[in-house]
């Protein structure tokens, strides 16, 4: 094990035995951000619900580790597990309208966890809250505490999630596509804000996006996926200067640049599709997801 959290051979399948994922490694070492990357379907998203505890219904595990804080969390109970998570993971989700309970005021909603699983009082997770609230460039955080999510902007919204994540100060932060729901200004802006609160509190943070641009800010490392399988695990310079595997150049290439606003976009080939399926066995796993 090299990292805060370690993933060994992880297999996720559906009640028919079709694996979502297949034998998929990698490392989140601590203080660090791990990028994972892959098209729309590819299983990303299903990492960090393994992680997490949060599979859909009757989406299992049935095969791997996940060693998290030095412990295996498959070793566990279910009841185990989940307090073991509680206490050291968080999400940041990439919806902030629907990841926040409309009919809820954004006080409590951040509070909940820090009073029901961490036992802490009302007041101190109160003046918690409002500290997180500051650190994330809320302004009137008292206001905002009160406030239902409707009356709050999508990029007021995403900073609350991003507070409540690191609320409890977690060793290990999971981020689901953050920016996906918010325009290319508040993107940036979010985007610096993972990164400050990530470095100020020293949290493992494994940052799922199908955006190569986007890893290409935040991330020391990279695993890329394919229709479940990791097929490439880096770091950020070697990969950006000397991809290995044929997927992970077929997608650099296809990554529009500004220096060449005219060039002719290009796409991953048939070729290097085929190949993929040839090398996973699995033709069609992408339609299963």
Known sequence: MNGYLTVKNLSVSLPNGVRILRNVSLDVAAGQVHGLVGESGAGKSMIGKAVLGTLPHKIEITGGEIWMDGVDLLKLTP?????KIGAIAALIPQDPLTALNPSKRIGPQITSR??????????????RAIELLEQVHIPDPARVMRSYPHELSGGMRQRILIASA?????????????????????????????????????????????????????????????????????????FFTRPIHPYSRALLAATPTYTNPDSLLTSVSDEIVEGLANEIHYHDIRNTL
Request: with cysteine.
């Open 79 to 83: 009841k185990e597990r989940r307090k």
């Open 114 to 127: 820090l009073v029901e699983i961490l036992g802490w009082s009302q007041q101190n997770a109160t003046a």
């Open 166 to 238: 690191f609320a409890a100060e977690p060793k290990l932060i999971i981020a689901d596509e953050p920016t996906t729901a918010l325009d290319v200004t508040v993107q940036k802006q979010i985007l610096k804000l993972i990164a400050h609160m990530q470095a100020r509190h020293g949290t493992a943070l494994l940052f799922v996006t199908h955006d190569l641009g986007v890893v290409s800010k935040v991330c020391d490392t990279l695993s890329v996926l394919y229709a479940g399988k990791i097929i490439e695990n880096a770091n950020m310079r070697r």
